[in-house]
């Protein structure tokens, strides 16, 4: 089945520490999103790939960084720069192209952060 | 950055009854999307309707837009309990590319 996996679930890190969370598709969808969710909020765009070996920042990029060297991953690393990193993130993907139509995102099943 | 509203925030109904959620948002659109999300879960497309459309079905969904009030409804007819979830509208501005902004959703819960 073709899908996106998020891993892991459920993640506990101590401040100061950076964790990274995975990110991995194979619908062979060029553009990666990664969100983030508060309670009771909606979703903020952290970072975006449009294609391999490229990525721009969204609206809330401090204290967090990406990497996309291959087609299929998109690992988010939350560094001990982010104030307040305790959060649910969402991995997206979709085939968008520019010109082609409309951005439909395919969404991960999310991995819960909590700083303790 | 501009983020759509949805209204209301939290809203309970009665298996079989219709819900109705808004949305609304700021700057001029490409499309406007609606999203599902179980608890503790990501999120699911729905349904996609684009700026020079008005409405449009899926099942037993129904969205409209109106560009000139630049708001949106979804409206779920004959409830189910399995319905139970929160909805997303997301917005595709004009000029952004590929990127979306989320509404901060309704928690919609259907009670047998």
């Known amino acids: 089945d073709g899908g996106i996996t998020q891993s892991p679930k459920y993640l506990f890190r101590k401040e100061g520490q950076n964790v990274t969370l995975s990110c991995e598709q194979n619908?062979?969808?060029?553009?990666m999103y990664w969100y983030r969710q508060d309670p009771g909020q909606g979703l903020r765009l952290i970072y975006y790939?449009?294609?391999?070996?490229?990525?721009q920042k969204g609206d809330i990029a401090e204290g967090y960084s990406v990497s996309r060297e291959k087609k299929e991953s998109f690992p988010l690393t939350v560094t001990s720069a982010q104030k307040n990193p305790t959060a649910f993130y969402l991995c997206?993907?979709?085939?968008?192209?520019?010109?082609?139509?409309?951005?439909?995102?395919?969404f991960g099943a999310g991995s819960r952060l909590t700083v303790l | 950055s501009q983020q759509g509203e949805e209204d209301p925030q939290a809203l309970s109904i009665q298996e079989g009854e219709n819900a109705t959620m808004n949305c609304s948002y700021k700057?001029?659109?490409?499309?406007l999307q609606w999203y599902r999300q179980n608890s503790g879960r990501g999120l699911v497309h729905l349904i996609l309707?684009?700026?020079?459309?008005r409405e449009k079905h899926s099942g037993r969904l129904r969205v409209t837009l109106d560009t000139s009030k630049k708001s949106s409804s979804l409206l779920i007819t004959a409830s189910r309990a399995a319905d139970t979830a929160s909805y997303f509208c997301?917005?595709?501005?004009?000029?952004?590319?590929?990127?979306?902004?989320f509404g901060t959703g309704t928690q919609l819960k259907v009670e047998l």
């Open positions: 700057t001029s659109i490409n499309n």
């Open positions: 997301a917005t595709a501005l004009t000029g952004g590319g590929n990127k979306l902004t």
């Open positions: 309707i684009r700026s020079n459309e």
């Open positions: 997206a993907s979709s085939s968008y192209k520019a010109g082609s139509g409309a951005n439909v995102l395919t």
């Open positions: 790939s449009q294609i391999v070996n490229d990525f």
């Open positions: 619908l062979n969808h060029d553009a």
